[in-house]
């Protein structure tokens, strides 16, 4: 129900966007989480379903932005200035909820993943 593209190899400081396409339009809060390789799915960015609030993890925030298409029922999360230990699998999340959360064991629905990986 999530399709998750636009990962790949990058240099440092370069930028990426990744886009998520949802089946449905009732997939309310949207996010974006990553796991580096032998660690915990962490959280990165979520939106609210306008739109209107956005939400970032600190290790994220000032350069990546999230954003939606509600008409196109897609999501995006930009990546610019990126860091080596940006490197992760960046997973795209939904909630059937209205309220936001930044918390994994709180989304619904999951994608497949798309790989990022930034070299120094």
């Known amino acids: 129900q999530l399709q998750a593209c636009g990962g790949g190899l990058v240099q440092a400081g370069g930028s990426l966007r990744l886009s998520c396409a949802a089946s449905?339009?009732?997939?309310?809060?949207m996010g974006w989480f990553r796991q580096a390789p032998g660690k915990e799915r962490d959280f990165a960015a979520a939106?609210?379903?306008?739109?209107?609030?956005?939400y970032y993890a600190d290790s994220v925030k000032g350069r990546f932005t999230i954003s939606r298409d509600n008409a196109k029922n897609t999501v995006y999360l930009e990546m610019k200035s990126l860091k080596p230990e940006d490197t992760a699998v960046y997973y795209c999340?939904?909630?059937?909820?209205?309220?936001?959360?930044?918390?994994?064991?709180?989304?619904?629905?999951w994608g497949q993943g798309t790989l990022v990986t930034v070299s120094s």
């Open positions: 449905e339009r009732t997939f309310y809060v």
């Open positions: 939106i609210s379903w306008s739109g209107s609030s956005t």
């Open positions: 999340a939904a909630r059937r909820s209205w309220c936001p959360s930044m918390d994994k064991a709180e989304f619904d629905y």
